[in-house]
């Protein structure tokens, strides 16, 4: 399918008229609004509501605000049928409404670099997982050896942990390197100093739009049906900080500093030609976690690492969001069994993304193997973990025959850490 929009409709662009991700938008002056990306343009969906275009809310209107979480909460029959017709109005055969309205053109399609792009959901609750098997395969060996290296529930359970909302920033903000108590090898006692081991976690993080009642289990069937899309997650990670204060409860001060999204959400239903299953289990899982079909997508990801002076970024990992070995539907229904309430706008991560080739592992920790293997930039420059001014982006899409369905990027930039004060 071709759009009338003419940047629509290149190969390697992220957001061809089969893509419509819906993300929060505003130029200099103005209030930020809802839109959708197509080609090179953003499409204000509160100027299309003003003007009877689009209707999602049956007369109320929800792409004025400054988040998506209105629509999101309107559930499916809403999120196919503002698809369904901004697909008629942005397609070359369809319908005219806009096309052929230049006063509306000029005030609803803004070239994408003369907007800012904001988070685009308010962020409910955010609750990250450890549920790839080669990532848990890797660190597990790294920390307690082969035989060792899965926890005994891995194979029966997503495993996760509780992370902090307020922390959830959109691409482009910058990072500042955290401080914390670490414990050198060498030291009888801990130390307190920035972090020296910064990482990422290359992750996809799932969009829930639907609650289900309190204390009400649900399906993994039913749990996909919860979730409205998704975005690439980068869970910025203090691995000197954590490898000190994770036992006995798990990760706390190393993951709460920062966690980055992109800012467009890509829906199921322009993933849904990419589902595939998850892998053949080793181990059978419970009943209340099997899946009734496909629940994962073909996603190519890259992540890709600048140093300040350096001319243009270097890719140091090629994966794929297949390699899961639990899907964010499993992660939601085990999330809910117990009566937990999944509120509109929570955000579950999916874990760190990692292959099964070293050139596509998800993260500093597994690629350089603990540091003691430093990754070499195609600029000649070494590193093992981040070091200040390093811009790191992740990179996403969904591979078709003559398009792709992209998420855009996740970007990053480490500042370095607050001035130490006399603590």
């Known amino acids: 399918m071709k759009s009338w929009i003419e940047s629509a409709n290149t190969a390697e662009g992220h957001f061809p008229v089969l893509n419509l991700p819906f993300g929060v938008f505003s130029r200099v002056g103005e209030a930020p609004r809802c839109a959708t990306a197509i080609g090179d343009f953003v499409l204000d969906l509160a100027a299309l509501e003003d003007a009877g275009l689009i209707d999602a809310g049956a007369g109320r209107a929800v792409f004025g605000e400054p988040a998506l979480n209105s629509f999101m909460g309107l559930g499916t029959p809403a999120w196919d049928s503002v698809r369904s017709r901004l697909t008629e109005l942005l397609a070359e055969d369809g319908a005219p409404d806009l096309r052929s309205d230049a006063a509306l053109c000029a005030r609803a399609l803004i070239p994408a670099g003369d907007v800012a792009l904001h988070l685009p959901f308010s962020v409910s609750e955010y609750t990250d997982f450890y549920a790839g098997r080669q990532h848990a395969q890797n660190v597990g060996t790294m920390f307690r050896g082969p035989e060792n290296a899965l926890p005994p529930n891995w194979l029966h359970i997503p495993i996760g942990y509780n992370g902090r909302a307020s922390t959830v920033v959109v691409s482009g903000t910058a990072i500042r390197r955290p401080l914390g108590q670490t414990k050198p090898a060498e030291s009888d006692a801990p130390i307190f100093g920035p972090c020296r081991r910064l990482d990422i976690e290359l992750e996809m993080g799932a969009v829930v739009g639907l609650p289900n ?96 002076e350096a001319a243009a970024a270097s890719t140091i990992s090629r994966t794929n969001y297949k390699h899961m070995y639990y899907s964010a539907a499993q992660q939601l229904a085990h999330h809910a069994i117990g009566g937990c309430r999944m509120n509109n706008g929570d955000l579950l991560g999916s874990g760190t993304i990692s292959g099964p080739e070293k050139d596509q592992f998800g993260s500093l920790l597994e690629l350089t193997w603990g540091g003691k293997e430093p990754l070499t930039l195609e600029t000649g420059e070494t590193r093992t973990f981040i070091e200040d001014g390093d811009t790191m982006t992740l990179m996403g899409w969904a591979q078709g025959d003559d398009h792709r369905i992209g998420f855009g990027e996740c970007a990053g930039t480490i500042l370095p850490a607050p001035t130490e004060r006399n603590w």
């Open 213 to 308: 009642p309190f204390g009400e289990p649900v399906t993994v069937a039913e749990a996909d049906d919860m979730i409205f899309g998704y975005v690439l997650l980068n869970d910025w990670s203090a691995r000197d900080i954590q490898a000190w204060e994770y036992q006995p409860l798990g990760p706390f001060q190393a993951k709460v500093f920062a966690t980055s999204i992109s800012p467009w959400v890509v829906t199921k239903a322009a993933l849904e030609p990419f589902r595939v299953s998850t892998p053949a289990r080793e181990k059978p899982l419970l009943p209340y976690l099997r899946e009734p079909g496909p629940m994962l997508y073909d996603v190519e990801l890259e992540v890709r690492m600048q140093p300040e």
